[in-house]
Every structure is written in C-alpha cells, then in structure tokens.
C-alpha cells in the first residue's frame, strides 16, 4: 500500500508531456507552451505617447512662455519632425514625432490663438512610452512549460503570433463497470443507480484541460471487461471507476494483468479512495478508481489531475493543486490509521484567515460531499479529536 505522496510521485515519474502541436492562438487558452517564444519585434514597436497632450522639446520648454502648435497627430499616424520652437498636439498611442523628447499632459496646458503655453517644464522622457520597454525585440518572453491564460494570448497577439507550438491534450478513455450502472437518462429498475461517476469524471478531465471519451457501462463479467479494456487503451489514459475493491465481482485488477498492463500499485492508505490502481502500458496511464463517487473524485483530484496537468506540458510542481495553510472551524475526528481528505468550503476572514468548513457527510458515497467546496482537507491519522481553529493543509480545488 503506498501513502498519498508515494503515489504521486510514482504516477508523475511515469506521466510525461506528450507530443506537441500547432495550435491558433483562438485555441490556445489553457494549453501548454512546448517551446518558448521569442518576440519577433519590440513592443512597443516605436516611442509613442502615454497621454493626451503636446509633444515637445523638453529643454525648450518654459513655464508660461508660449510655442507654437504645429499641428495634431493622432493614435495611427506619423507626425511630421517636430519643428524648433514648436509644439505637436498628440494622443495616446501616437508615434512621438521626431525631434521631441516629451509630452505635456493637456491638463498642464492652455492653448489660444495657435499658440500654447505650460504651466512647467517636462524634464526628457516624461509621458512617453519607449519603443520595446515592455518587450524588447529577440527576448524570451514566454517559456516552454508556462500556460496559456488571457494575457498570453494577448502578448501573444500583439507579437503577432497567431500560431503556436503546444504540447497535445490527453485522450481520456472513461469506463464505468458494474451490473447496477444505469444511464442518466433510464428510469431505475430494482437495484439499479446511475452510473454517475462517468459524468462526474468526464468533467473533472475537462476541468484538467484533458480530451474524454466516454466508453458505454461495462458489466461485472471478466470477458465484457477484457473487450472494453481493451478498446479504451486505445487513449493517452485509461479511467475506470469500480470493480477495484476486493469484492467478488472485482475483476479490474486480473483483467488489467490479463491485458499487459503493468501494475505499479493496488492501494493507497487514504480515505475515501483506499483501492487505487495504477498501471501502464506502452506510455498509457491506467487508472482504476474506486466505485463510491466521492472516493473516485478525491483519487482523480489528488492522482489523475496531476498525471494528466504534466501531459499537457506543466512541470510537476504546477501540475498539482496549491496547498495553503487553513484553521478549522468546527471539531473533526481523524480516522484512527488513514490519511483523510476532507471535503470543505473555505471562507477568507478579515484578518486574511482561511476558514475551513467541513462538508456534514464525509460518506464515501456521498455526491454531496462534492457539491459547493473549495478544498480538500488534509487530515492526518490520530486518535484525538481535532479542536477549532486546528491548522491544517488544504489543497485548494478552486481559487480563494
Ligand atoms: P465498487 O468499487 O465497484 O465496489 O463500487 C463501490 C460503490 O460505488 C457501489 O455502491 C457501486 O454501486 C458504486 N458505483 C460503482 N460505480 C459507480 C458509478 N460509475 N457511478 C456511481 N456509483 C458507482
Ligand atoms: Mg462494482
């Protein structure tokens, strides 16, 4: 049996970025750069003006003493060179014409009769915007291995990139086994439940920036198994949910073995999610979660989100969620021998303070026990109980 980090780290050892991709840049958000980006120009691509107002000569410029306006230059032109004992009035974004070195805010200015005059001197420099002070010509500006948000794509763009090399998302086969399984949308017979977990997961493999792939209900029969196995390894990864624990009608783990799928653990000592399996082959990750809903989503959240972060090209240390200190709000009782992961709703107090609330039912077959948290709460194992304000790790499912 391997402990939570155990686990972890022997998953990430074998979960590598896969191949990459070239990808538009309007499908880029949340993908992962597999090469870094140089910018191909500066930006800005030339000085231009921060405000609107005058461009000038700094050193020509006396307080009340009037220039001459020479004419305007607007966001998209080129001005003429600025001529001696002249001021141009420019906007944002303007290209600074040549010759100045300045521009004066047109609140520092009063202009009459084609003449302005300024209530002080600028000194050189002032309101003006360097041409590649944000990004110079030839710099990396982005990484391999950082993700794509919405400023990215900006930068991005404003590069002039509208392609870009990405690691490829992995292909998630989903199976869900059990004679019970039903599909969401088919009245229940007797002892039939739906087959839940299958969505659930689905949208955790979304949520992860991975690719599902729903595989119709397996039932409890070695032979349906080999079959449906043996299709979804078709994929990057295999997810299973059910038939893993020890009960008669658990075939996953003989049937994985069956299929040259090389076991690497059976179990985890956590709870929920103690029956864990983990195999490969050939480069595919095969999971085989647990069957209770809430022991499925924990296992996925705390192993096959990483697994699958890293294949998209994150390194491993962001490839996990964030872990922050908490302090609990209400008394918890650990498990006697196993790691728990607690599910809870955080609030920020005042003080900057994170509150964690436990959900009421820790049940691993408690749906709700998912619904409407923020965290998951590391409880070590022990015999007394834990008092408010206990500090805890909480590894954050969303940010707070
Ligand atoms: P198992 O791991 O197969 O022993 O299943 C453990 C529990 O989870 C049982 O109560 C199953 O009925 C339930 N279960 C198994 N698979 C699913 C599923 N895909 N969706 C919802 N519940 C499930
Ligand atoms: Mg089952």
Not at 6 to 15: N, Q, T
Not at 121 to 138: F, I, K, L, T, Y
Not at 201 to 230: I, T
Not at 349 to 354: F, P, R
Request: aromatic residues 4%; neutral net charge.
């Amino acid at each position: 049996m391997r402990t939570p980090p155990e686990a972890l780290s022997e998953i990430l050892a074998r979960a590598a970025p896969l191949d990459e991709e070239l990808v538009s840049l309007s499908d880029a958000l949340g993908r992962v750069l597999s090469r870094p980006v140089r910018a191909g120009r500066s930006l800005p691509p030339w000085d231009n003006a921060a405000m609107d107002g005058y461009a000038v000569r700094a050193r020509e410029v006396v307080p009340g003493v009037p220039l001459t306006v020479q004419g305007v230059v607007a966001a998209g032109q080129v001005g003429p060179p600025l001529a001696p004992g002249s001021a141009l009035r420019i906007m944002t974004g303007a290209p600074l014409p040549e010759g100045a070195d300045a521009v004066i805010m047109r609140e520092e200015a009063t202009e009459e009769g084609g003449r302005v005059r300024f209530v002080r001197s600028p000194r050189p420099g002032d309101h003006v915007r360097r041409r590649g002070e944000d990004v110079a010509e030839g710099s990396e500006v982005l990484a391999a291995g950082a993700e794509i948000g919405p400023g990215e794509v900006g930068l991005l763009a404003a590069l002039g990139r509208t392609l870009v090399e990405v690691h490829r998302r992995p292909q998630v086969s989903i199976l869900s086994t059990g004679d019970e399984l039903v599909p969401a949308d088919r009245p229940l017979g007797p002892g039939q439940i739906v087959g839940s977990n299958a969505h659930a997961l689905c949208a955790q493999v979304v949520q992860a920036g991975g690719l599902p792939r729903m595989v119709p209900f397996l039932p409890d029969d070695p032979e349906a198994l080999r079959v449906g196995f043996g299709a979804a390894l078709q994929a990057d990864v295999v997810l299973s949910s059910g038939g893993v624990s020890v009960g008669e009608f658990d075939h996953v783990k003989e049937v994985l073995v069956g299929l040259g799928v090389q076991q690497h653990f059976w179990q985890v000592a956590m709870k929920p999610g103690k029956p864990l399996s983990f195999g490969t082959r050939q480069g595919v990750l095969v999971f085989g979660l647990p069957g209770n809903p809430a022991s499925s989503m924990v296992s996925f959240e705390l192993f096959v989100r990483p697994a699958l972060r890293r294949m998209l090209g994150l390194p491993p240390s962001a490839a996990v969620r964030p872990r922050v200190p908490v302090r609990l709000r209400t008394p918890l009782q650990p498990d006697r021998r196993r790691v728990h992961f607690v599910r809870a709703r955080l609030e920020r107090a005042s003080d900057g303070v994170l509150w964690a609330q436990p959900a009421a039912q820790q049940g691993s077959g408690m749906l709700r026990s998912m619904v409407g948290i923020h965290a998951l709460l590391e409880v070590p194992p022990g015999e007394a109980r834990l008092e408010p304000e206990t500090e805890l790790i909480a590894h954050l499912l969303v940010m707070v």
